[in-house]
């Protein structure tokens, strides 16, 4: 501020002109954000209070938090480098005369969010346990409790695609300038978690992953709501085309956690020992073949994303 007013450019001035079309804009937007970040809090609350009806709710509410970290991990990590680029291109093609462009990019979002999230999930699923025994399992943090925290984990993996993916079409309806219809859906989202923790806890006594399962059919319909309503809104999706690569996709993710879940189960029945190194070895070399796995597969679909992906990581490879 004051290089800006030596050079003569004047000072800083606030102002407030709410009428401005781009604060309008903006307004429009970030308001019903805003409530829908806080509606993701009630679900937690709604949650925590299913948790009393289970046999040790301190247990549950415990292992919640210590598996969602670890899901968390991989999670922000790469939502941040899948969301943030696609919303101002979004935003860019927001008029009528860019909806295909729009589409394309929607389909790209989505593709390397499975590309992102479907194999990391599979490991997640296969290899639970020694993740979260090397992650956990010292002092106090007993066998009993990785057990309970790898079976939570393992609920959080199946719905990590479903959580980003919903993610991505909400940006979607953030760059239209529409901020009202994602709020719209996490105010139903409410009852419907609830309904979800009922019978997963109270009718089918599913226990602590029945929660996350819960969470997940709540995301599985948030992000069918969001699809339907933008095929609706854009004039038509092709849903067909966008299934093959996803369908690919899934198969390529369940034969990497097929492959890692057998190699660990291997190696676990080679080793003489039980302690951190063995841990390690048996989540890092299954989980490094399974990528590899993914990998392969994956390259055989021909898909534009995971050449671009691909792409990349072999450019930091080379620089480093």
Known sequence: MLAQRQEGLGHLRLRFNWRDPGVKDVTNVLAPALFASGMLQINVYTDM????????????????????????????????????????????????????????????????????????????????????????????????????????????????????GRDVLVRVFYGLGDGATPFRISMVNIFLNALLDFLFIRVFDWGTPGLVLATVGVNVASMGALLWLLHGRLNGLPLGRWLKPISGLLGASLVCGVVAFWLREAIAALLSFNNFASHLITMVLPGLAGLGIFALLASQLRLPEFSQVSGRIGRLWRRN
């Open 49 to 164: 209070f299913f948790t009393s009806f289970l046999d040790d709710p301190g247990a549950s509410v415990a292992a919640l938090n210590y598996a969602n970290l670890l899901v968390q991990a991989p999670l922000g990590i790469l939502s941040n480098m899948i969301l943030v680029p696609f919303l101002p291109e979004f935003s860019r093609l927001r008029d009528p005369q860019d909806w295909p462009e729009l589409k394309d990019r929607i389909r790209q979002g989505v593709v390397l969010t499975a590309i992102a999230m479907l194999p990391i999930g599979a490991l997640m699923i296969a290899l639970a346990g020694p993740i979260v025994r090397v992650a956990y399992q010292r002092g106090a943090f007993s066998e009993e409790a990785s057990i309970l925290v790898a079976s939570v984990l393992m609920a959080y993996a199946v719905g990590m695609f479903v959580y980003l």
